[in-house]
Every structure is written in structure tokens, then in C-alpha cells.
């Protein structure tokens, strides 16, 4: 099973590096190890433990050979000028330099946003957030036979879109896992049972082209587990994440008239109505919540 032991620390600026370690050693509950790259790269080559580290370096050569041995790698982008030094040797190499995120900076730098960089270099899906009752995380492709088992519940796609044929859905779901997790790291997620892992729904935001790029909020509750709350609690953690987290303004919805439910349950959301728009020849009244 995949999982961050090793943190080792490659070239960084001094003020960069100590940062780092302080955000670090306040995380040794974690039992991660974290090494200097210099003396562990050998070991951790030679036993085959690089699948269970992380790299973070601002130095081209560093980075290459993670790369090169399977290693997740976190590279510092020097502000001052928006490169860094293994991009002034990649540009001598003539290679794209490898990363798999990239940090201007390690005020935010810690064990958590590490195991994210590692989670996306090894295609894990991200735990977005949980509540009492579920698991928010991104969508992967072992949950696309029961995502069609629950867009075929009764009324499901009344005022949603349908899905696209089996292999057409297939196709862009991977395009949307490699894209818009990757580019973004938030969008539609999957919601799951916290008990037995069963999917029950989907949730998130994304940018609307509709609204000018507005992030719209999105879910559905699968038949089965409609009227007992679970939208509610859902949607509100992801609003206080969308808040919290991802440090967003504002939020909105787009529903169609009608849907007396949905409009009902954005306004317990805290969503307020500004107006009601033409969308593909259907009538869509928009709500929005205002954070600051």
C-alpha cells in the first residue's frame, strides 16, 4: 500500500528551509522521517523506497532524478522573478522541468499539503472533506459502474444533465480526473457512505462559463438516500471548505424553475436569489452566498 514515509529536503533557500522545518516539526505525530537529500537519495534508491517519499527542491537536477526513480517532488518557484534554478537548467537541457506542483513560497508548506503533492503523483484520489455521515473525495474510475446505477434512479437527471453514453462518460471522467483535480484541485466530487463506502451522490463546485467564470455549487443525492439531510450536511461542509480552504468570495447556484426542492434547499444554504437567466432555453433562477 502507498504511503508518504520519507520528506527529504534538496536545495532551498535558507529562510525557505527553516520555514519548512518548523511547519514540519510540528507535525512529527505523522511519523513521517523527514532527511536531508544529499544522504538518504542513496538509500532510498537502493531499497526501493521511492514510491514512499517526496522531494522538495528548487534544484533542476534534484528534481530530474526523483523524477527519473518514480518520486513525488514538490518544486520552489522563486518569487522574484517566477523561475527557478532548475528551470534556468532545464532551458540548457531543453526538457520541460518535472513537478508535480509547484510552491512560491513555504508558509503553507506542511505535512498535509505534502500528502496531497504525494496523493496526485501516485493518482490517489484526494479526501476532500467528511461529516458525520460521509466521505467527500474525488471521483475515480472504480466508482463509474455505480455512478450510472445512481444517475438511473428515478428523476435523478429531471433537472440535471444525463449522463454521456458508457465509454463517451469514461473517457471524460479521466480527462476530468487528469485536468480539472490536477489544474484546479477542487470540482465535482463523490459523495460516500462513511460506513460502507457505498456511493450516494455527488457534490462540488466549479467555474461556470454561464456566469462569467463564477463558481457554481453542484449536487445530487441519489434516490435512495433523498429527504434524510444528506444534502444539506453535505453542502454545507463543502460551502465552510470553499470558505476556509479554498479562501473563495462567493459562491452560486443555478436552478431550473421547478425545482421547488432545490431552490428550497439553497436558500436554508444561505443563498440569496438575484435572478433569473435564459440557459439552453430553459429558465434558470441564480442564488448567490457571499462569504466576504
Not at 490517489?124 to 471521483?139: A, D, G, N, S
Not at 465509454?167 to 479521466?174: T, V
Request: hydrophobic share 35%; with cysteine; glycine share 8%.
Amino acid at each position: 500500500m502507498l504511503n508518504l514515509e520519507y520528506i527529504l529536503i534538496g536545495k532551498l533557500p535558507k529562510t525557505e528551509r527553516d520555514m519548512l522545518l518548523e511547519n514540519l516539526r510540528t507535525e512529527r505525530g505523522y511519523g513521517r522521517k523527514v532527511l536531508e537529500w544529499d544522504s538518504a537519495k542513496k538509500h532510498i534508491q537502493e531499497g526501493a523506497l521511492a514510491e514512499k517519499a517526496i522531494l522538495v527542491s528548487e534544484d533542476a537536477k534534484e528534481l530530474s532524478e526523483a523524477q527519473r526513480i518514480g518520486m513525488a517532488a514538490l518544486c520552489y518557484l522563486m518569487p522574484e522573478d517566477g523561475r527557478t534554478q532548475r528551470e534556468e537548467t532545464a532551458e540548457e537541457m531543453e526538457v520541460t522541468p518535472p513537478a508535480d506542483m509547484y510552491a512560491e513560497g513555504m508558509e503553507e508548506i506542511d505535512g498535509s499539503f505534502l500528502q496531497h503533492v504525494y496523493e496526485r503523483h501516485h493518482h490517489i484520489p484526494w479526501i476532500i472533506l467528511k461529516t458525520p455521515r460521509c466521505i467527500v473525495k474525488e471521483f475515480s474510475m472504480e466508482y463509474l459502474d455505480a455512478l450510472f446505477e445512481l444517475y438511473a434512479g428515478k428523476g435523478m437527471t429531471d433537472y440535471m444533465e444525463p449522463l454521456y453514453p458508457y465509454e463517451e462518460e469514461r473517457e471524460y471522467q479521466q480527462a476530468y480526473i487528469e485536468q480539472m483535480y490536477r489544474f484546479y484541485g477542487y470540482g465535482m466530487w463523490i459523495v460516500c457512505d462513511r460506513n460502507s463506502g457505498e456511493l450516494i451522490g455527488r457534490a462540488g463546485v466549479e467555474h461556470r462559463e454561464e456566469l462569467g467564470g463564477e463558481l457554481e455549487l453542484g449536487y445530487a443525492i441519489g434516490v435512495t438516500w433523498q429527504r434524510q439531510g444528506y444534502a444539506t450536511e453535505v453542502c454545507n461542509a463543502i460551502l465552510t471548505y470553499v470558505k476556509e480552504e479554498l479562501m473563495l468570495p462567493s459562491v452560486s447556484c443555478l436552478i431550473e424553475e421547478g425545482n421547488v426542492v432545490s431552490e428550497h434547499l439553497a436558500q436554508k444554504l444561505g443563498f440569496h436569489y438575484c435572478e433569473t437567466v435564459q440557459i439552453d432555453g430553459k429558465q434558470m433562477r441564480k442564488y448567490k452566498v457571499a462569504f466576504y
